[in-house]
């Protein structure tokens, strides 16, 4: 096998990932002692909220994969990738423990839930040092939108590292979309998508060097996807081997999060012997439910964003793929040819054709009276050392507050990608809407969206509630993590 050893040359930045690398690599050592075997992996628990209260236990930790019959080092929640889904209602009380199995920092971010940023609940500046214990808890709030929703680590320098070797989870806030129309009859698929890197745990590599491998295009699974923490295995028409039934007359609804470091994940659903597209209708985006069904022939979805969509079983025959596209950014990460990602195959048919709903969610246009328009803008800073980047000119620090709005506000800002790569621009605890991408506006609410290069985009978000600070940043983590974030402040 190919060895692609991680040089400052031919990776910009992986560097300065040498500390984060060598705190890995005592975690290796005590994953010798303690001499677990390679095994297939678990599927995630489930932990659904009882009597109005959700009590989960989170454990990060090492484990050893096989995958294309190598043996690779990843950190999971509770021994899964991804980890445990969790899943709860409005109105309920979410309590989490989070034991830190690691040897380095690490934390939770409810990646989209309107929850308050700070004290025990969505804080993201609560870090927890390797060994310690920590306890989580809020209230979903009654007005929550259900959807879907992720949580991942956010402790800055060592959320690239830990989300791409496998430390995500699903949120499934149960109700709204569930119970409409024909949706409950709906055969329903969680997608979980991750660009896992793979930390090479066998020879040939040297003792107490660890380090990150990057497939080379001649192994077995070069550059691809991981799909509900499975690399998917073809068969030799090209549809993954193992199948998700589906009946003539129906509907499938495809929940899908896009959990990767930093893989842009351009999809479609397709019939390959006619190479024809579904058609889709996206019913939901960042959790957050459309007003009625839009229809589109492909998703593109960024670090970070999830996505609802609906197709109609209609042909009654064969099989079709959920494909990940070729998309073409500034990223070596990125697919360069067509790959199925999940195939359907037809079963029976339903009693009664099932219709798409053409009613969703109740979403009302924000109105802005907020002037000027802030400005936050997305650039790179060469030095010696290596990139910068950087939001407003400057590089992230915890310590200091960016830009402060005020509660109850609602604001128009400018996302300015003033670099040659795509960008993503993610928001927490407030979602936004899109005014002005391309000419393109949207009434859904998205807590990411993509800031393609040399492109600008007009969000307009409210600060309904929540007083207090949070983070606004790039979700391509690696960026993220070398300085592409700012400190927020909701002021009362
Ligand atoms: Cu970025």
Partial sequence: MQQAESTAKNRPGIALQRRD??????????????????????????????????????????????????????????????????????????????RNKLDHPTNLHFHGLHVPPDGRADNVFLELDAGGCAQYEFKIPENHPAGLFWYHPHAH????????????????????????????????????????EYFVWNPPHTPGHLHVHHPAPEEPHPNRLMVNGRLPVLDEKGFVAETVKVAQGGL???????????????????SPDTAVGHRIWVIATDGNPLPGPQTVSELLLVPGQRVEILTQTVRGQGKFSLMELPYYTASFLQPKAASPLVTFEYEGSVPRPLQIP???GEVSELLSWNLPVRRVEFSLLTTPDGVIFRINGKEFDPNRVDLQVKLGSVEDWDLVNNTFMDHTFHLHTNSFQLVDSAGKSELALRDSIILPRFQSARVRIRFADFPGKTLFHCHEVFHEDRGMMQVIEVVP
């Fill in 21 to 98: 690398l060598l705190k890995l690599t005592a975690g290796l050592a005590a994953m010798r002692r303690i001499g677990l075997g390679a095994a297939a992996g678990p599927a995630p628990e489930l932990f659904t909220s009882e009597s109005g209260v959700l009590n989960a236990v989170l454990e990060p930790g090492f484990i050893e994969r096989e995958i294309g019959g190598q043996t690779y080092l990843l950190v999971a929640y509770n021994g899964s990738i991804p980890g445990p889904t969790l899943e709860a209602r409005p109105r309920d009380t979410v309590r989490l423990t989070l």
């Fill in 157 to 196: 320098s060592f959320s690239d590292l830990q989300i791409r070797s496998g430390l995500a989870g699903l949120i499934r806030i149960r109700g709204g979309i569930d119970d409409i129309g024909d949706v409950p009859q709906a055969v329903t698929y969680d997608v979980v998508l991750q660009d896992l």
């Fill in 252 to 270: 499938l609804r495809l929940r899908i999060a896009n959990a990767s470091a930093n893989r842009i994940c351009r999809l479609a659903v397709v």
């Fill in 358 to 360: 053409q009613r969703l």
